[in-house]
Structure formats: structure tokens, C-alpha cells
């Protein structure tokens, strides 16, 4: 009760008048009911009621018991763009028992296991995004009011990046009143595309802000008349938006980093236990590409070749292979430094909290079963041939959405990681595939009309 009362004066000296219940489908997507404050304890105690068939892969029909979506009270996030409300992000329940269909509760579960097994998951995700306008056709463009975003290598590009320093300090200022410790933000490597780094928290810390900077993003960006996109590749001709995920794992008492090092033969500062980690991701990646790739479009980053050839900029900046390095952004899984691993294959269009729940399992099965994920790989991966990559035993990943789903039906620790969304997953991403693959493009319709 102390607790609940220290709430209800923080949100009255806050001024806050309506709650947003937030909470996300299987993409990832940021739903919501809103509630006035005069309803806290509705929203804490029994939850906004909506039908869960109306969502994607909520796991009902049309004739399922209502949804219940509770607040967690720890996710107090004020709006920086409506300041009399306050965001909350929610876990689902269905006649007053936790629903294995949300996502949010299944990252929980995974975390928990982790937590059994004496770890704690420690997380920072980088969200590269787009900048966009529409054309009067209905096709967009990069935004660029002042017409000086036009390099072919734009990254961190003054220039390119002065009309956006509006956004971009709205969007950092918002997020370090919240206490997130937004660090520094750049122009990436296309036109009109940015990243905002801020602290790295544990990993339902980090996904639950990262569907936040989503939305938050998406409002502030409407303020100087562009459209903010997540969207992994959409242009392409120009490097794709990723989200990054640097990790470690932590002793789940003391905090200390178990990954960490110094003495490491290998010379990474990796100890022995974040090797069998990266083992188990390595082995499963194929199957966890389904996860952190989830769409047709993420793939369009992840092309065999895509380092070199499909970015205006002369690199798409996206492994294609199942690999780990040192400080080598060429790889998979980069050690950014010592017990300090990045995944450079994680899309911008991935629902975070499955992302990392699959992330992690992998992760831990590795651990669980002493997997080696093999002597580092130093060099421009970019710059080795298929043929050479795969006399050298190194996985390629998987290059379409549909291969992936199949990696991902065949994979019991990845599945296992899902619970029971993972049958609607591979379902509707099967459907997904589908849907495209019948498409006639315009690119087709180019290349074959009268080519007999």
C-alpha cells in the first residue's frame, strides 16, 4: 500500500490526469487503452479489458474471455508530448491468470529460468531509424528540409545532420528527464537515418524502452513534418536500420559481470562461460533469425555480399554469417570490448521482448552444454567469398524470411523460448512469407514483360 500511495503522489505532483496501458502484439507493435488517473487501481489490480482476438497473436478467438492488460508500476513513463499523461507498460491476463500469449510475460518466464540459474541478463539495444517524407505518389524519400542530406557516405556528416538537431535533442532531452542516460546520438550511415544510444538496464528494462522510444520517437518527429520508420531496409539502395543489442550476463547477487576476463588466452576478455554463451548462440542462429529478423524486409539487410554492394555508402553494415570477432563490426557477434559482446544481425522491425527471450535461451543452452563457438574471426568478413566461408565451417544465415521460419520450426531450444506463442509465430510469419512470395513486383514486371 505504500508503495501504491507513493504513486499516487508522484503522478499527482507530476499533474498526470490519464494513464496509458501499453502493451504490444506479436510484432512488437505498441497497443493501448487509456484510463483517467481516478482508475490507478483498476489498472493495477484487474487491468484495461479488451478482446484479444482483435490483436495479432494474442492466441484467442472471437469467442475468447477478455484480456486483461495490468500495469507495472515500475514503468512510469510521463509523455513528454501529452504532459498530463503517464505511460505504463502492462502484462496481459485472462480470467485473472498471467497469459502465456504476451509477450512481455514469456521475456519474464526466460529471465526467471536465467535467474534460477544464477544470471541476470544485462542489455543495451541501439535503435537506428529512418527519417522519412511522402511523395505525392505515395512512395517516400529521406527527410531533408533543407536539401543538404545527399552524401553517399552521410555517417556522422555535420551537414547532413544539422536540420535533424531539433529532433534529435527533443527526443534526448525526453529521454534523460525519464533518467535513461541517453549518451550520444549520430547520423548513420544513410540519408536521413540516426541512432540514439542511452544506458543499457536488464533486458525487460531495456525492451520495455525500447517500444517506448518507438512511440516517443514517432510523436516528436510529427513536430518538425516527418515520419519516423522502423521499418529494417526501406530503401534499397541504402543501408538498413538495425538494433544493435549489446549484452552481458551478471551474477544475479553480486551484479558482477561473469563474462569478463582479463586474463582470456584468446586475448577478447571473454571468460570461459561467455564462450559457451556465444556458442549457444552461434548454433542456434539460423533459428533465432526468425525472431530478430521477423519480417520480409529484415532480410534485405542480411543478403550474402549486402557489406559491399548494397549501400550507397559502399557497405550495408549487416553480417551475413553466424560468427564472432574481436572489435570487427563485420561480424555477427562483435566483442566491443572486454565481457562486452554486440549482435550486429538484430533488426529494427524485431518485437524486443522475444527478440532477447530467443537471444537468451540460445545463449543459456550454450552454457548448459559447454558449446564452443570455435577460434574468433579477425578480418573484413566482407571480404571472404561464400564458397571460402563455408569450406570454413561457418553458418551462412538465413538469407529469406521463409528459411528462417523453417530453421526456427526445427530448433526445440528456440521454439522453447516462445512457449506457446511459438506455433502462431511460425504460423503467421509462414502466411507472411506466403503473401509476399505471390506478389508481382514492379521490378518483375521490368525485367520479364517483353524479354521473349
Known amino acids: 500500500m505504500n508503495d501504491r500511495n507513493a504513486l499516487r503522489k508522484r503522478l499527482e505532483q507530476d499533474k498526470i490526469e490519464f494513464i496509458l496501458v501499453q502493451f504490444v502484439d506479436i510484432h512488437g507493435a505498441a497497443k493501448g487503452k487509456m484510463v483517467p488517473v481516478s482508475c490507478l487501481d483498476d489498472?493495477?489490480?484487474?487491468?484495461?479489458?479488451?478482446?484479444?482476438?482483435?490483436?495479432?497473436?494474442i492466441g484467442q478467438g472471437p469467442h475468447g474471455h477478455d484480456v486483461m492488460a495490468r500495469i507495472d508500476p515500475t514503468t512510469c513513463t510521463p509523455l513528454a508530448w501529452m504532459p498530463n499523461t503517464a505511460r505504463f507498460a502492462s502484462n496481459l491476463f485472462v480470467d485473472n491468470q498471467p497469459h502465456p500469449f504476451c509477450s512481455r510475460t514469456n521475456l519474464q518466464r526466460v529471465l526467471a529460468e536465467a535467474k534460477a540459474k544464477g544470471f541476470v541478463f544485462n542489455v543495451g539495444m541501439e535503435p537506428e531509424h529512418f527519417l522519412v517524407q511522402r511523395n505525392?505518389?505515395?512512395?517516400?524519400?529521406?527527410?531533408?528540409?533543407?536539401?543538404?542530406?545527399?552524401?553517399?557516405?552521410?555517417?556522422?556528416?555535420?551537414?547532413?545532420?544539422?536540420?535533424?538537431?531539433?529532433?534529435?535533442?527533443?527526443?534526448?532531452?525526453?529521454?534523460?528527464?525519464?533518467?535513461?542516460?541517453?549518451?550520444?546520438?549520430?547520423?548513420?550511415?544513410?540519408?536521413?537515418?540516426?541512432?540514439?544510444?542511452?544506458?543499457?538496464?536488464?533486458?525487460?528494462?531495456?525492451?520495455?524502452?525500447?517500444?517506448?522510444?518507438?512511440?516517443?520517437?514517432?510523436e516528436i518527429a510529427k513536430k518538425y513534418g516527418a515520419i519516423v520508420?522502423?521499418?529494417?531496409?526501406?530503401?534499397?539502395?541504402?543501408?538498413?536500420?538495425?538494433?544493435?543489442?549489446?549484452?552481458?550476463?551478471?551474477?544475479?547477487?553480486?551484479?558482477?559481470?561473469?563474462?569478463?576476463?582479463?586474463?582470456d588466452p584468446r586475448g577478447l576478455g571473454l571468460s570461459k562461460l561467455a564462450y559457451h554463451f556465444l556458442g549457444g548462440v552461434i548454433q542456434h542462429a539460423r533459428a533465432i533469425c526468425a525472431v530478430t529478423s521477423p519480417t520480409v524486409n529484415c532480410y534485405k539487410r542480411l543478403q550474402v555480399g549486402a557489406g559491399l554492394t548494397s549501400s550507397r555508402s559502399g557497405f550495408n553494415w549487416?553480417?551475413?554469417?553466424?560468427?564472432?570477432?574481436?572489435?570487427?563490426?563485420?561480424?555477427?557477434?562483435?566483442?566491443?570490448?572486454?565481457?562486452?559482446?554486440?549482435?550486429?544481425?538484430?533488426s529494427a522491425g524485431c518485437n524486443p521482448y522475444l527478440a532477447l527471450a530467443a537471444f537468451l535461451a540460445a545463449g543459456l543452452d550454450g552454457i548448459?552444454?559447454?558449446?564452443?563457438?570455435?577460434?574468433?574471426?579477425?578480418g573484413n568478413l566482407y571480404q571472404r567469398t561464400l564458397a571460402d566461408i563455408r569450406d570454413s565451417g561457418i553458418k551462412l544465415l538465413p538469407q529469406s524470411l521463409n528459411e528462417a521460419v523453417e530453421e526456427l520450426r526445427n530448433d526445440a531450444v528456440v521454439k522453447s523460448a516462445l512457449g506457446?506463442?511459438?506455433?502462431?509465430?511460425?504460423?503467421?510469419?509462414?502466411?507472411?512469407?506466403?503473401?509476399?512470395?505471390?506478389?508481382?513486383?514492379?521490378?518483375?514486371?521490368e525485367q520479364y514483360l517483353t524479354s521473349l
Open 43 to 57: 489498472a493495477l489490480d484487474v487491468g484495461a479489458g479488451f478482446a484479444g482476438a482483435a490483436m495479432w497473436g
Open 318 to 346: 549487416t553480417p551475413a554469417f553466424a560468427s564472432y570477432g574481436d572489435n570487427n563490426r563485420t561480424q555477427m557477434i562483435r566483442v566491443a570490448g572486454p565481457g562486452h559482446c554486440e549482435d550486429r544481425t538484430v
Open 420 to 445: 506457446v506463442i511459438a506455433d502462431d509465430f511460425i504460423d503467421l510469419k509462414s502466411r507472411e512469407w506466403q503473401s509476399y512470395h505471390k506478389q508481382v513486383s514492379a521490378w518483375e514486371v
Open 136 to 218: 505525392c505518389d505515395g512512395s517516400i524519400r529521406p527527410w531533408d528540409p533543407v536539401g543538404v542530406d545527399t552524401l553517399e557516405k552521410p555517417c556522422y556528416d555535420y551537414r547532413s545532420m544539422s536540420a535533424a538537431m531539433g529532433y534529435l535533442q527533443d527526443v534526448t532531452t525526453a529521454l534523460n528527464q525519464l533518467g535513461w542516460g541517453a549518451y550520444q546520438v549520430d547520423h548513420e550511415d544513410a540519408n536521413g537515418q540516426y541512432e540514439v544510444n542511452f544506458n543499457y538496464a536488464d533486458a525487460l528494462v531495456t525492451a520495455d524502452r525500447v517500444t517506448f522510444f518507438r512511440m516517443l520517437s514517432t
Open 229 to 263: 520508420t522502423h521499418m529494417p531496409k526501406p530503401f534499397s539502395d541504402r543501408t538498413g536500420s538495425g538494433l544493435h543489442v549489446h549484452f552481458h550476463l551478471a551474477d544475479a547477487e553480486s551484479g558482477k559481470n561473469v563474462c569478463l576476463d582479463h586474463a
Open 368 to 378: 548448459e552444454n559447454k558449446l564452443d563457438p570455435g577460434e574468433p574471426n579477425l
